[in-house]
């Protein structure tokens, strides 16, 4: 069986928050629907995994509420749920910037898919910045991005500080759907940067649109999948496995409760270490039992993503590898 896998967000006043809140969850629960919903006063953020009747039903649902009929949502499809409930609560922030008086009416230029793959080919000059955390940029990015160095959202506005970015250039900025675009972008322009671009739709948007041309490795994404691919052309691994050093972009949480680091593995090495990231990881008594068929799944379904040609080449190397 196939489900349908969304990815949405909008910015738009919510007067009362806990109601909102309160009602939106009672039919996501009702309807059997599975993710994570943030909700605050300045919108809605989500993504969240079901059966296509159980998407459609929500989507319908959140297009009838005032102020959301406009939003957006990224589609994917998967051969499971990749969430294992409904988390649908209340935040100060839909993404967290910890800044005041950001208003995304204020951002950049939003550059459809088709145009930021043109500005990218023209030879224009640009400076592109990726603004995700640094575990995110390591699996994969946009060649020749600026890849901060940072573990939180909220960081880059330090980081903006002491990045010395000449303020005449063109700047591109892209995330992996666009709501942490709609912010920065704000924050560059408030700064005295003019000609501020956002790629609308983010990274998933861009590879279903122009098929991830120019981006190397996959996507993380905020699901159990934690990676997807972008570009059928370029799917080699651009990060190294934490253990081995093997070429990897398999991510996986340490089977170590107490650690629970998420690292960058490869499959054998994750079978040797039993899911852990350490040899003192595994001597924990707190380790969770480890199934690598489960665990790898996600990352041997990825050409359900494009066309019969990629499906056959990919099924081919799988049986070459077992050979």
């Keep these: 069986m196939t489900y349908e896998v969304i990815l949405y967000y909008n910015f738009n006043p919510i007067e009362d928050v806990e109601q909102f809140t309160k009602a939106h969850k009672k039919f996501c629960k009702e309807l059997?629907?599975?993710?994570?919903?943030?909700?605050?006063?300045?919108?809605?953020?989500?993504?969240?995994?079901?059966?296509?009747?159980?998407?459609?039903?929500?989507?319908e649902y959140l297009w009838?509420?005032?102020?959301?009929?406009?939003?957006?949502?990224?589609?994917?499809?998967?051969?499971?749920?990749?969430?294992?409930k409904?988390?649908?609560?209340?935040?100060?922030?839909?993404?967290?910037?910890?800044?005041?008086?950001?208003?995304?009416?204020?951002?950049?230029?939003?550059?459809?898919?088709?145009?930021?793959r043109a500005v990218m080919e023209s030879g224009e000059d640009y400076v592109m910045i990726d603004v995700r955390n640094n575990y995110e940029?390591?699996?994969?990015h946009f060649k020749g991005a600026i890849l901060p160095d940072l573990e939180n959202f909220y960081d880059f506005p330090q980081w903006l500080e002491e990045a010395s970015i000449p303020k005449d250039k063109k700047v591109l900025m892209y995330c992996t759907g666009g709501i942490r675009c709609e912010k920065f972008s704000v924050l560059m322009k408030d700064q005295g940067w003019d000609d501020v671009n956002q790629l609308h739709g983010g990274i998933l948007n861009?590879?279903?649109?122009?098929?991830?041309?120019?981006?190397?490795?996959?996507?993380?994404?905020?699901?159990?999948?934690?990676?997807?691919?972008?570009?059928?052309?370029?799917?080699?691994?651009?990060?190294?496995?934490e253990i081995s050093g093997q070429p990897a972009d398999t991510y996986l949480n340490c089977a170590n409760m107490e650690c629970n680091k998420l690292f960058v593995v490869c499959e054998k090495a994750a079978i040797k270490m039993e899911g852990c990231c350490s040899e003192e990881c595994m001597k924990s008594e707190y380790k969770r039992p480890f199934d690598p068929e489960n665990a790898?799944?996600?990352?041997?379904?990825?050409?359900?993503?494009?066309?019969?040609?990629?499906?056959?080449?990919?099924?081919?190397?799988?049986?070459?590898?077992?050979s």
């Excluded at 300045?42 to 459609?56: F, L, P, R, S, V």
């Excluded at 910037?97 to 930021?116: A, F």
């Excluded at 940029?137 to 994969?140: N, Q």
Aim: with cysteine; proline share 5%; net charge negative.
């Design 206 to 241: 861009y590879a279903k649109k122009e098929g991830g041309e120019h981006f190397e490795g996959k996507c993380f994404v905020f699901d159990d999948r934690l990676t997807v691919p972008v570009n059928p052309k370029d799917l080699e691994p651009i990060a190294v496995c």
């Design 64 to 84: 009838s509420l005032k102020g959301f009929e406009n939003t957006e949502f990224k589609q994917d499809q998967c051969d499971y749920i990749p969430f294992a």
């Design 137 to 140: 940029s390591k699996v994969g």
């Design 296 to 322: 790898f799944r996600p990352f041997r379904k990825w050409y359900n993503y494009f066309n019969d040609d990629f499906k056959q080449r990919d099924l081919q190397h799988s049986a070459a590898d077992q």
């Design 32 to 59: 059997g629907l599975k993710g994570r919903i943030y909700i605050s006063s300045e919108g809605i953020n989500g993504t969240a995994g079901g059966t296509k009747e159980q998407i459609d039903a929500y989507k």
């Design 86 to 116: 409904l988390i649908c609560k209340v935040r100060e922030e839909i993404v967290s910037l910890h800044k005041d008086g950001v208003d995304p009416k204020d951002g950049g230029r939003h550059l459809q898919p088709e145009e930021w």
